[in-house]
């Protein structure tokens, strides 16, 4: 008899089955439990109510941010990385003072670094001489190819690779004067323009739908002509 | 015990889901008079995160909804085009606007004082249908639709279509 | 058609060579998400804005280092769940009091609290569409303690692995396992009492009866 299978769950060994984090042996001793105990099989059923109520809550309460406070933080996000950009730029045109004196110091640095090599050498064949006769002398590496160089900054995003966003006078290219308004008899005004939305396609692109409970705002982004071959 | 416990807590939830239950099933939308036709106006607003706030007069009408929560990121906004529609029940109709957007428009009835409408928006360059939607709004309504970026009088901001339409119901 | 994490990697690799525009896309994608996390452990609308833009901003500055051995999507919310610790850790309220875990529901009851309410709410994303039961399911989130909330969080919406959890709460895997059980029992147990409170509209009655007598 395997005492394993058969030794009761503990309810925090029962949470970490839910949690798919028990070793495979004992999960699948587990399992067989719940089919034969019908309290611990309820027990296991209210952690996924529990889980599947909290995560609706949670996102429930995301939905009702309106969508305009995530276009603030994006506005915030994209100055700081305006700024963070800027920044870098500032830092590439000013190399700091060591970059300065490495750059100066260019032509030499290759005879430099063969005369410290030597030094080190002969400074390790005499420390040899004097110590352990069987240890082996530390001889300084000079690798001809590793100039320092400061690592290249990620590249500040170009305007030129963001899509301009389409002009109203190219999306008329015919020059046609644009008609007078109509007249519009006055609409009556309703408490609230909130929609009820029974079906919708987003032309299988991203699309939202934004209820605020006094108005409807659908959102969708439009495919312009020059982007097909940008960006992604 | 525990057997009473649980029908006090089974009415004390059936109490409160009761109303929304009850609102489903005896609701019967008794139209007073069917719509056959509507008047609807779309507009096209340029909407802009600098300015003052203020709102032109020629967008008064849609003062309350461009003050809504939904609207906080934009500061200025100006009126680019309006068109009318007429529409016939079951009959589609067509505003093409200057931005390279058609808009389509249904009207498929109403239900009790709200009108069903179907609506469908075209992208700038013709290609791809962007949107089509069935929904119902109270009659006079307004559905916001923003359809991306876009560059008016040199300045860049967001594409907003305001739908709205009223019908004898 | 492409997986998600496909087109996250599509849209990452995009921004790292500073396409500001697919970085923005993978913004829209998350937004919410984040928000739902960070509001989760703040309970804080404004505060939890503040964790999706200092999010974002942190993963656009390491973006170039992200060599994609986890999928953004984990990537992303281990930053999220560290930048929540930190902000509980400096926020002047202090809602550790449960120094121990067990405090609030019983310790010497080891079997689940009656959790017939809960079952009673059938499928949670319409459960949730009452405000009564939405609003007992935030307010007993609220009277958890920091800690508690935090692994309920982390577990429950963002799905974080034990290993995960203990590397951002500075602590051993064991201590999340009994940190993530009595958070849960006590999360049911508050729920339970909280549904418990809403009126009656009739003494006894089955919730079919009851159903049934409104609809004749």
């Known amino acids: 008899m395997n005492t394993e299978a058969t030794a009761g769950v503990n309810p925090e060994e029962l949470h970490a089955f839910f949690d798919d984090e028990l070793p495979a042996d004992r999960a699948d001793a587990i399992e067989r439990m719940l089919a034969e105990d019908s309290d611990l099989g309820a027990e296991h059923e209210q952690l996924g109510l529990m889980r599947g109520t909290l995560r609706a809550s949670l996102e429930a309460e995301a939905e009702a941010v309106p969508q305009a406070r995530f276009e603030q933080v994006w506005d915030e996000i994209d100055r700081a990385i305006e700024r963070d950009a800027r920044l870098q730029a500032e830092a590439d045109r000013s190399p700091s003072v060591w970059a300065r004196v490495w750059a100066a110091f260019k032509p030499l640095r290759l005879p430099a670094l063969a005369a410290a090599g030597a030094a080190a050498v002969t400074l390790a064949v005499i420390s040899t001489d004097s110590e352990d006769p069987n240890k082996t002398p530390a001889v300084a590496s000079v690798d001809e190819t590793s100039d320092a160089k400061p690592a290249a900054p990620a590249p500040a995003p170009s305007e030129a690779e963001t899509p301009e966003p389409t002009r109203l006078a190219d999306a008329n290219p015919g020059g046609q004067a644009t008609p007078p308004e109509p007249e519009i008899a006055p609409m009556p005004v309703p408490e609230s323009s909130e929609a009820e939305i029974h079906e919708i396609d987003f032309g299988g692109k991203n699309g939202r739908i934004s209820n605020t409970g006094t108005v409807t705002v659908l959102y969708v982004e439009d495919v312009e002509a020059t982007s097909s071959e940008r960006s992604l | ?169 | 058609m492409a997986s998600p994490d496909a087109d996250d990697q599509q849209l990452v690799k995009a921004a790292q060579a500073g396409d500001r525009r697919a970085f923005q896309a993978l913004y829209q994608r998350y937004e919410r998400k984040v928000y739902a996390v960070a509001h989760g452990f703040l309970r804080n609308q404004e505060d939890a804005l503040d964790v999706l833009q200092e999010a974002f901003i942190k993963v656009h500055r390491y973006l170039p280092n992200f060599e994609g051995q986890s999928s953004f999507y984990t990537w992303l919310y281990r930053i999220v769940a560290n930048l929540c610790i930190d902000h509980l850790r400096r926020s002047g309220r202090k809602k550790d009091v449960e120094f121990d875990d067990r405090l609030r529901h019983d310790a010497e009851q080891d079997a689940a609290p009656d959790l017939s309410p809960i079952s009673a709410l059938g499928d949670p994303s319409a459960a949730v569409k009452n405000k009564e039961i939405l609003s007992a399911v935030q307010e007993s989130l609220g009277r958890l303690s920091d800690k508690h909330r935090a692994v309920i969080v982390m577990r429950e919406l963002q799905g974080l692995s034990y290993a995960e959890m203990a590397k951002a709460m500075n602590c051993s895997k064991g201590t999340i396992m009994s940190r993530l059980f009595h958070a849960r029992r006590n999360m049911q147990k508050l729920l339970s009492e909280r549904l418990e409170y809403m009126p009656p509209s009739a003494e006894g009655g089955s919730a079919d009866s009851m159903t049934q007598e409104a609809a004749s």
């Open chain 2, 1 to 169: 015990m525990i057997h009473a416990r649980k029908k006090l807590l089974a009415s004390a939830l059936a109490a409160v889901l009761m109303p929304a239950a009850a609102l489903a099933t005896v609701a019967v939308p008794t139209a007073a008079h069917a719509a056959e036709e509507a008047d609807c106006q779309l507009t096209a607003v340029h909407a802009l995160k600098k300015g003052d706030g203020t709102i032109p007069k020629s967008l008064d009408f849609l003062a309350d909804q461009l003050k809504d929560d939904e609207f906080a990121a934009y500061k200025s906004f100006k009126l680019i085009e309006r068109k009318a529609l007429k529409l016939k029940r079951d009959t589609a109709s067509e505003a093409r606007f200057s931005t390279g957007n058609r808009i389509g428009l249904t009207l498929l009835g109403n239900e009790g004082s709200r009108l069903k409408l179907h609506a469908d928006i075209r992208s700038r360059n013709g290609e791809t249908k962007l949107l089509a939607a069935d929904y119902s709004i109270a009659n006079g309504g307004v559905l916001l639709v923003r359809a991306g970026e876009l560059e008016h009088d040199g300045e860049t901001g967001k594409l907003f279509f305001a739908i709205q339409c009223s019908g004898k119901v």
